[in-house]
């Protein structure tokens, strides 16, 4: 701060003489250079220009030095903040751990995969809250509001899914999120995965609420059978509508062995079938969430067995943004067709793989129609 009153004082001085008299000015300084100053002396617009460039050092002088004052004291200011949150970070007593209740379920989504049945449970929390794993996993950043689950197996074979949100902050900045952390404020899709089973999904149930499309909901209590969605659901519940498009001619299978690692010894069903050609068709193995559009959806019952169930049946979604060509183009049965192949479960060379729907070759001629246990050929 001294360093600017100093600039301040002397440009001003510096400047005022400048600007009060330049005329005294040249004949101190200036005068004794000629033999004859009186003719030498500078003209009324000369020393206007030097009065201007008095104001101007004044000027200057006084911006640059209350410039330094102010960074003077924005460093004083900044250092005693920091010496307060210091002492405040020090004097903080980091408070027990608490749950602030059970956040709303919408439901869960069943996939079929190589290795059994994947499964994705949708709920509701708190849009600055984060999954639970984040927080554990973390040792740079804290995560004071998190959701929770807590995944308890019964013994009639039910999956009970508990999501309870967290409050757990570990130092003083943590709690700005305090009144933001609770059930209700603000919500987002969060979602835990499951399995993947081996054969099928078991039932899933929760203690917590279920929030449902029409804005009832279920209350909390214990055994709320989670519903099972056609789609990813929305923040609100809703779901997104689907229409089924009818059943997807199978064209054969084949067994193929695991690429490496834990399944390295595994043999894995591979179902080609036919789908319509022009259209981008999903079967929901390439990503954990359906985007919507044109979806092979398999229903695969009997893994584990002697003989395994195979049907295909092809829906449109409207979730995400989709041309309306491909919605006219998703359709079964149609003579523009190509083979489209998914790999489904887990099984052994002497498992005879079955449909109910038709078994068709890959130029879209039907072998067999629909019926109950129709055999499938091996490719």
Sequence with gaps: MGVGIFLIVVGVLVGGVMAAAP??????????????????EPSDAAYGLTRAGGVFVILLALFVGWSVIHSDFQRKNRSEAQAQQQAAEAAFVVPQPETRGLLPVIGYIARYVPVGVSVDLYYTAPSRSVPGYIRTMSERFTYPCASVPTKTPGDDGRLDVTI????????????????????????????????????AAPMITTSGPILTEDGKGVAAAVGNVVPELAEVPNADGSVPRVSDRG?????????????????????????????????????????????????????????????????????????????????????????????????????????????????????????????????????
């Design 23 to 40: 005329k005294r000015i040249w004949w101190a300084t200036q005068s004794w250079k000629f033999r004859n100053p009186e003719a030498n």
């Design 164 to 199: 309870g949100l967290s409050w757990a902050p570990e130092r003083l900045g943590d709690m700005d999120q305090n009144d933001s952390c609770r059930i209700g404020n603000g919500a987002k899709l969060e979602k835990v995965s499951l399995g993947p089973f081996p054969a």
């Design 247 to 379: 059943a997807l001619p199978i064209v054969g299978y084949a067994i193929e062995a695991g690429s490496g690692g834990i399944h390295k010894d595994a043999q894995f069903l591979e179902v080609s079938y036919l789908v319509p050609k022009g259209v981008q068709v999903e079967d929901g193995i390439s990503s954990s969430s359906r985007s919507g559009g044109c979806q092979a959806v398999p229903t695969v019952s009997g893994l584990g067995t002697s003989t395994v169930t195979v049907n295909v049946r092809l829906r449109w979604s409207e979730a995400g943004q989709h041309p309306a060509t491909d919605d006219a183009q998703c359709r079964a049965g149609g003579s523009q067709v190509r083979v489209k192949t998914s790999r489904w479960g887990e099984i052994t060379d002497s498992t005879t793989i079955v449909t109910d729907g038709p078994v068709s070759n890959e130029a879209g001629v039907e072998v067999s129609g629909a019926v109950p246990g129709n055999r499938v050929p091996r490719s």
